[in-house]
């Protein structure tokens, strides 16, 4: 709140490819609908779907009292909000946020003495992709997620199936769409239809953003991260309050910087 809009577009902006992405005026709500309106094309994915998402993390963001956003939309309000970079909406977009997350880690021993259930960083995964979306193969396919995943799944000697509850980067609809596809959470080009069947909410089968991820929670872009960690711990030991998943065991927090450039992914599984 300390800097004007367009100095923290300007800011945010400088993550994307400069050398002509930057150059030519675009800004991150124009490469993510480039990646939606290909994903549209390439798989069938609908406005309304993208939309789901949105109702989805803001349903969560509800009973999250540290929400940036903590009311409930609905699809009509999503399609009929102001269009930003088409097909995506002012409601298919993440608020910049002020913020800040702080965890402590310490020896097993240390954390089995403080009458709380442990919860131990299993896996981790760190993997880079080109920052431009002009050099990549597919669009449409987050590489850097799927190979942090990869990395954080062999770590923890885990596969997706194991995962009980998820944070991920949806700075826009499209973003946790792609992201729960690369680390094989559902298949390519499913996604959408994830949250259209309710698999992503909390009481489907793999609860997504339990928070209201960036979408509603809010994105303070630095703290963002940690502030994942903190929700999948929470979760995992049983301190998420209304919007409690019954009794998760294995949770993977992902982030990622610009359009998917670089991505880290961590798994966490409660002892």
């Known amino acids: 709140t300390d800097v004007s809009g367009y100095e923290a577009t300007y800011a945010l902006g400088t993550a994307a490819d400069q050398e002509y992405e930057g150059y030519h005026g675009i800004t991150f709500p124009g490469l993510y609908a480039l990646i939606a309106r290909a994903h549209m094309e390439k798989y069938g994915t609908t406005r309304e779907q993208l939309a789901l998402v949105a109702v989805k993390n803001h349903l969560n963001g509800s009973k999250n009292p540290l929400a940036q956003y903590p009311f409930k939309i609905t699809v009509d309000s999503v399609l009929n909000s102001v269009l930003v970079a088409d097909p995506l909406r002012l409601l298919d977009c993440s608020p910049i946020t002020d913020g800040a997350a702080a965890v402590i880690l310490c020896p097993i021993e240390m954390a089995r003495k403080m009458n709380k259930p442990v919860v131990k960083i ?10 431009a979306l002009s050099s990549r193969k597919d669009i449409t396919w987050l590489e850097a997620t799927y190979q942090a995943g990869k990395r954080a799944y062999a770590m923890a000697n885990k596969k997706p199936k194991d995962i009980d509850i998820l944070e991920v980067h949806d700075c826009f609809t499209i973003a946790e769409i792609c992201v729960i ?24 089968k793999i609860p997504v953003n339990t928070s209201g991820g960036l979408k509603a929670k809010g994105h303070p872009v630095g703290a963002t991260g940690v502030a994942q960690v903190i929700e999948i711990v929470k979760q995992l030991q049983g301190e998420a309050g209304k919007r409690q998943v019954k009794n ?3 949770g993977m927090a992902q982030n990622m910087g610009g359009s998917g450039g670089s991505t880290v992914v961590h798994i966490f599984e409660r002892e």
């Open 122 to 131: 299993t896996g981790s995964g760190h993997a880079t992709d080109s920052i």
């Open 181 to 204: 596809e690369a680390l094989g959470i559902v298949e390519k080009g499913k996604g959408g239809k994830a949250a259209e069947d309710e698999i992503t909410y909390l009481e489907g």
């Open 248 to 250: 998760p065991r294995i």
